[in-house]
Every structure is written in structure tokens, then in C-alpha cells.
């Protein structure tokens, strides 16, 4: 079964300064995509970034990138520039490519942001 | 406006009391989906359907019922709910069932308390 870790339960962030988020998957399948979602405190769950895995190139989206090994199977996002705005829980998420197959969550990191 | 509401957004219950946590999307999506959401777990499947009559269990079903009458809703039923459904339950819609990288749109969630 697939398996998504976050290790960092919480993290925190200056304003302006630039955090990173890890997470770890486990699969045996090659063709696959990794996401991270953005719960702010509404609960409303935000799509932020998603790599596909045959891509070698990173995903980046304006202030987010992730840096994504897939030999390591290791899928973390970079948040530059934080903003107050990003305060939130942060998901990690992995879909493989098969008929009606589910999004596999990790257990999610908290990330605060000083002012 | 694109999107997948549920009704209530709030629910305080007691054991035993049936109910039913509505889902509707206005996309024409053929895949949709039931997660909960607990601390330190993330959000896990609860049940799938990959179109009208074509649901199926994902990783936690025990408790639950759903059915896919039309395409556009999909409601999770708990027939007797115990403490331990007490929740963030999350309903989430696609186009494709087979796609991995389709962005999956998720409903705002429901707070779900048994007592």
C-alpha cells in the first residue's frame, strides 16, 4: 500500500523569510502524481502545487516550488517570501494512475508564520 | 460558478441517530469521492464512485453507505453513528476517474460530532 509521511508535525516561518516543508511517499508504481494541498483555518482545502512523476523538471507556482527526488522518493515544497497569508496546514498527497484510484494524504504539517 | 457543496457544513448528533451529508457538484464530474479528515491521520477515503450506479469502498468504509443515483450527487449515509465517526468529513469531485494529475475540487467540508 502507498504511504505518504510528513515528519514535521509543525513548522514556523519569519515573514519574508523562505520555509520547507518535507515529505516522504512509499510505492512501487512508476506513474504517479505528488500534490500539496493548503487547509487555511476555513478548512477549505486549496490545490498549491502537483508534479507529475515522469517529469524530471520541478513544479514551481510564482512563491512555491517543491524539489522533487523520485529516487529518494522525497517530495518537499519550498515556500519563498512568506507571506501571513500562508499560515496554514499543509498536505502532502499522491494519486498513481489507475481506474478510480484515491488521493493517499500525509498527516499534514501545521505552518505558522511570525510577523 | 464551479464547485461541490455539502449540507450541513455543522452537525452535533447522538449514537445511534441515522443521517445523511449531502453532496452535490455542478461540473458534470463523473469520479467523486468521500475523505474524512482526523488529526495526525490526514484524510483518508471513505467510498468512490466512478459514475452513476458505480460506487466502491476506499480505505475506511466501515459505518458508512453511499449511493450514486444521479451524477451530480453523491451522499455519505450513516445509518447508526458512533463516537468514533466524529469528523471532518470532505466530498471531492473529478472529471476523469483514471487521470492521476486531474485536479480534484473538494467540497468546504462538514464538522461532524456524535455523541
Known amino acids: 500500500a502507498q504511504t505518504v509521511t510528513q515528519s514535521q508535525p509543525e513548522m514556523s516561518v519569519q515573514e519574508a523569510e523562505t520555509v520547507t516543508l518535507s515529505c516522504t511517499y512509499d510505492?512501487?508504481?512508476?506513474?504517479?502524481?505528488l500534490f500539496w494541498y493548503k487547509q487555511p483555518p476555513s478548512r477549505q482545502m486549496i490545490l498549491v502545487i502537483r508534479?507529475?512523476?515522469?517529469?524530471?523538471q520541478n513544479a514551481t507556482e510564482n512563491r512555491f516550488s517543491v524539489n522533487f527526488q523520485k529516487a529518494a522518493k522525497s517530495f518537499s515544497l519550498k515556500i519563498s517570501d512568506s507571506q501571513l497569508g500562508d499560515a496554514a496546514m499543509y498536505f502532502c498527497a499522491y494519486r498513481r494512475r489507475r481506474y478510480g484510484n484515491k488521493l493517499v494524504f500525509g498527516a499534514g504539517t501545521i505552518l505558522r508564520v511570525k510577523s | 460558478e464551479a464547485q461541490v457543496t455539502q449540507n450541513p457544513r455543522y452537525l452535533i448528533t447522538v449514537t445511534g441517530k441515522k443521517l445523511t451529508v449531502t453532496c452535490s457538484q455542478n461540473?458534470?464530474?463523473?469520479?467523486m469521492s468521500w475523505y474524512r479528515q482526523d488529526p495526525g491521520l490526514g484524510l483518508r477515503q471513505i467510498y468512490y464512485s466512478m459514475n452513476v450506479e458505480v460506487t466502491d469502498k476506499g480505505d475506511v468504509p466501515e459505518g458508512y453507505k453511499v449511493s450514486r443515483k444521479e451524477k451530480r450527487n453523491f451522499p455519505l449515509i450513516l445509518e447508526s453513528p458512533s463516537p468514533n465517526q466524529t469528523s471532518l468529513y470532505f466530498c471531492?469531485?473529478?472529471?476523469?476517474?483514471?487521470?492521476?494529475?486531474?485536479?480534484?475540487?473538494f467540497g468546504p467540508g462538514t464538522r461532524l460530532l456524535v455523541l
Open positions: 508534479q507529475e512523476a515522469y517529469k524530471q
Open positions: 461540473m458534470n464530474h463523473e469520479y
Open positions: 510505492t512501487s508504481e512508476s506513474d504517479y502524481y
Open positions: 471531492a469531485s473529478s472529471f476523469s476517474p483514471d487521470n492521476p494529475g486531474e485536479t480534484q475540487y
